[in-house]
């Protein structure tokens, strides 16, 4: 069959993945890409540049040229409503293709994207097995059986719905990221983004691990697993090959949780790819070793959510156990082995006290991170976060069923849903003074106080912020802002010559043909199902980017 993806913004793991399997059963996979230049659902929304660069129509014409058999979607709670359009549109186009939904969206409220018109298929949870099964039933006709994590609207317009299975333990029996979907949208040289991980051992309370880790159904299976180092250094060196990398980003929610794969890997990634690197961790899993072996092997930055500085609140609202203490111990240890540190800090939070925020300045001043990345609290459906604040009046009914359309998602640098509106210049003043502090000589930064900013209007802060980021991030030559920009000048000119009807080149051009050699290649891996039997309950299992999971 034909399979198009539609993406949104950025390049997608779970799509990568989900495309290698696809390939492997032998269907034919496109993509329907839009970068959503100034309305991108991360950091940039400028509504008028936003509509002079809308690319909507050429996605419809790539899906109509394409003639897809299945369009398949992974939708976070900001992209759902676009993505819900292009399907609509599309499901208008060739009423019988089979439109599938997955990602966070849609495994948070399954049962409401699948009431949706356009909607025939709803994965809920990790979809790499159950996305196989529903490929069988479309090719197949047979919509008799239900499939493991899925819901889906048989011909007669009868919901059936599959178990929730467990978590695959084995990552390495499945292949690796087919990334050629890629090469024309993305510059995949720049930060090549990968997982050596899925899962993650905390549950704060904001965040889609929260529910997401409940999924596995009645099978008591590990949500915290790791591929083998030789598989994911098999990934790497051929992506070495083709890509001629440049930097190495690990997506995993927490690089460094497992202290005795990590020794082995980097002391093997420093030999067999020596390729500069970056990736996430937490407070409680960096310590002396973690931080030298990370700076042996090339690891140049390493991003940490710190998100408040208040222990109590931390502690009771957002399941977050570490202290201050601990934190400031790793940021020294980081600036003694030179690993850069790039933090990320929450305004809005809510209960949070306002002193919060002048803990959290004295904090980073003593010892300033590379960047201080901030966030504005932004609610999801599915999380505990979101049903406190229904239960303490700091969301209405209406808004929360608004959230579950995606009809409020808010952009990272928006703060619509401030529950106290009068303390927003006053979070606009701090960001103002976190964006300023990592380029604050040691001298002034006790005199860089947030009411020397709060007087300003919120707008004035915002754009000093957002200038001072820009200029700090270029000056220092930080890999996302080199790539975020390198990204939006590609697709920029890009967007021109589609206009012009010239020809457009690719944003990375392979310089090899072959494809990842990892294990999990034998089509024996899943077991086939023979119309009208049960479907399996193997564990299925999805790679993450952001919080975009299919």
Known sequence: MRITFVALGWEQLSVSLLTALAKRDGHEVSLAFSPGLFHDRYNLHVPFLANL????????????KQKPDVLAFSAMTATYQWMLGIARDAKRMDPNVKV??????ASAVPDRVLQQEPVDFVCVGEGDLAFRFILQAIARKNFSSPIPNTRYKSPDGKIIQGSQSGFIQDLDSLPGFDKSLWEEYIRLGDIYFTMASRGCPFRCTYCFNNFYSQLGGAHKTKYVRQRSAEHMLQELRHARRRYNLRLVEFEDDIFTFNKPWLKGFLSRYKKEIGIPFQCLSHPSFMDDDVIR????????FVQMGIQSADENFKNQV?????????IETVMETMRKFHVELKVDHMFGLPGEPLAAQESARELYARTPPYRIQTFWMNYFPGTEMTEYALSNGLLSSAEVENLKDG?????YRDSSKMTVPRNRNLYAAYETVFKLLPMTPPGLRKHLQARRFQKLPKFLNSGISFMADIISGLWNKNPDHAGYAKY???????????????PVP???????EDSFPGRGTDSQSFPERGAGQPAPSEPALVFRKGNSIL
């Open 488 to 502: 939006y000048l590609h697709h920029m000119i890009r967007f021109v010559l589609l206009k012009c009807g010239r």
């Open 293 to 300: 072996w990370l700076s042996e092997a090339g690891c140049r």
């Open 318 to 326: 957002i399941k977050r156990y570490e202290k201050n203490r601990q």
């Open 407 to 411: 009809k409020q998602a808010d952009f």
């Open 100 to 105: 599938l939904f997955g990602g966070v969206h």
């Open 506 to 512: 690719p944003a990375t051009r392979a310089r090899c």
């Open 53 to 64: 660069f809308d690319d909507r129509d050429h996605v419809l014409h790539t899906i109509a």
